[in-house]
T-cell receptor, first 114, second 110 residues
């Protein structure tokens, strides 16, 4: 069974631009979560989607948003990029949430904001 | 608030020795505790997990123990090998989201 895939793997943007990242979960998984990983803050939860609905949200500004499609694929968008948004963005999928369920991570999208 | 403390931040051992990483969580409502291994340029890979109704779980050279009263859990790796070198993260599950520790960089010297 194929793992979680994320596209693109690398992105370079400039301040003020917006970016969209994509995540395809493991086949059959209905929950997708997004995390931001930086050297200073570590791994931080952004939001979680299940059946096209956002069920959980972390402490990030409204510039960070996401959505999930009927096939469980998910996208996250960051608008008005800031230098501090440079990070590895990770997507994780699981069969079902919120009951604690094993989350499987993708390889991440490395975003650099110049 | 929700918090997971992880120690040590770096750990260096000789090949064949054991390695222990410890985590403490703040919210007693958490009931699921996974451990992830992250290698350079890759996403975190689940290596073992434990639920709150179990005190210990073992998978070959890897074991995890959980003390719910003290709110801490630990990862034990025995007979370490150079390929165990990576960053290890503990996490605690809070209502559908994972709260991660800051990570431990494990170096296994041949």
């Amino acid at each position: 069974k194929a793992g979680v895939t994320q596209t693109p793997r690398y992105l370079i943007k400039t301040r003020g631009q917006q970016v969209t990242l994509s995540c395809s979960p493991i086949s059959g998984h209905r929950s997708v979560s997004w995390y931001q990983q930086t050297p200073g803050q570590g791994l931080q939860f952004l939001f979680e989607y299940f059946s096209e609905t956002q069920r959980n949200k972390g402490n990030f500004p409204g510039r960070f948003s996401g959505r999930q499609f009927s096939n469980s694929r998910s996208e996250m968008n960051v608008s008005t990029l800031e230098l501090g948004d440079s990070a590895l963005y990770l997507c994780a999928s699981s069969l079902n949430q919120p009951a604690p369920d094993t989350q499987y991570f993708g390889p991440g999208t490395r975003l650099t904001v110049l | 608030g929700e918090n997971v403390e992880q120690h040590p931040s770096t750990l260096s051992v000789q090949e064949g020795d054991s390695a222990v990483i410890k985590c403490t969580y703040s919210d007693s409502a958490s009931n699921y505790f996974p451990w992830y291994k992250q290698e350079l340029g890759k996403g975190p890979q689940l290596i073992i997990d434990i639920r709150s109704n179990v005190g210990e779980k073992k998978d070959q050279r890897i074991a995890v123990t959980l003390n719910k009263t003290a709110k801490h859990f630990s990862l034990h790796i025995t007979e370490t090998q150079p390929e165990d070198s990576a960053v290890y993260f503990c996490a605690a599950a809070y209502t559908g989201k994972l709260i991660f520790g800051q990570g431990t960089t494990l170096q296994v010297k041949p």
